[in-house]
Nanobody, 115 residues
Framework: PLVESGGGVVEPGGSLELACTAT???????MGWYRQAPGKQREFVAR???????DYGDFVKGRFTIDRSNAARTVTLQMGNLQPQDTAVYYC????????????WGQGTQVTVSE
């Protein structure tokens, strides 16, 4: 399983860092983040490959950075210049089976951007 941390409430323009820690090795595992806002579909946020290559959703526009530490079994998502439309539950995922699809999910962490 995956355990997320780091959500919270922040003012517009602020920053937050989310962390996702696995209970097993993440060597060679693609990991990433999705988010879901109330009444909206789940949206891709970011993904990091086994080699560290990162991909982001179009809305990110350079504001977020995903990183990984295989030694710590952790993937982080550094989010900056947060806006109210970034308010959502953020979910970490992993492709442990390396089949090209997520097969493990975290419980979700709430990010709220508000004055």
């Amino acid at each position: 399983p995956l355990v997320e941390s780091g959500g919270g409430v922040v003012e517009p323009g602020g920053s937050l860092e989310l962390a996702c820690t696995a209970t097993r090795s993440i060597v060679g595992v693609v990991m990433g983040w999705y988010r879901q806002a109330p009444g909206k579909q789940r949206e891709f946020v970011a993904r990091i490959s086994r080699s560290g290559q990162a991909d982001y959703g179009d809305f990110v526009k350079g504001r977020f950075t995903i990183d990984r530490s295989n030694a710590a079994r952790t993937v982080t998502l550094q989010m900056g210049n947060l806006q109210p439309q970034d308010t959502a539950v953020y979910y970490c995922y992993a492709d442990f089976a390396m089949g090209g699809a997520a097969d493990a999910w975290g419980q979700g962490t709430q990010v709220t951007v508000s004055e």
